[in-house]
């Protein structure tokens, strides 16, 4: 392999990273990499020959393995998690904007997704900045989020009444009687970089801390406005091969399902993360 090289994929979040195979990246290169995702958000890496015990070799490079309670495990390896949907599936995992595991009190620091089957075309992934997102905000309502703190909750997606619960990958989900919750500031400052990042989420954020879910909805319906202009996101199209690295407390993420019909198979571990201040 020849030098790393970087390369942004939009102005606001993702680059994409040539140059290195994962199986045997130098310690100096993982610096850099780490240095990447930190400041990018989402780094894609082409052409990569994982296995999966090479997968899980790569993201102890990054940190500790947190086990998802709730996505079917690939076979013998419990940190692999299987993120799919079969030809004759209509609803797909991670099908809205939303940033992994924040229900949870230490939220986990990113994924790695290795594509492992993929439709002819479609089935990509969206990535949002949210250092972007609170940018754009103004003073006056900075100044409110920072007091703000904000709940979050995986029941009403993965419980027995949950939105999958109703759906054709009710059978592949598992850890219904699992209740995660969890209460974070609503700005949180990245734990490396220092920026500033909007923290609540579509999926997973329910209200504001103090407050009902009437009175969040409208300002969580305003943030979630701005998160989702299209100038502050990318967009990863898959290929054999492909592996992506994301951090979620800087973005969110959206798997678009438009390739009914089709199988899809991704392999995703999450690697554990920090409390967030
Ligand atoms: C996820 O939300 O973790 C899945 C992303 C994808 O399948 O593209």
Redesign the pocket.
Known sequence: MGEMQIMSLAPHCGAEVTGIDVRAISDDDMVLLQRTLAHSGVVLLRDQQLTPEDHIAFARRWGDIDVNNYFPANGGYPEIAE?RKAETQFVN??GGW?T?HSYDAVPAMG?I?VARELPPVGGD?LFASMGAAYDALSDGLKATLGGLRAVHSADHIYGHDGIYAKTDQAADLKGHDISANAVHPAVIHHPVTGRKLLYVNPAFTLHFEGWTREESAPLLQYLYSVAMREEFHCRLQWAPGSVAVWDNRSTW?F?VNDYHGHKRL?H?ITISGVALS
């Open positions: 993120v995992i991670g939303h992994d994924s997704l992934t993420h798997a991704m995703r």
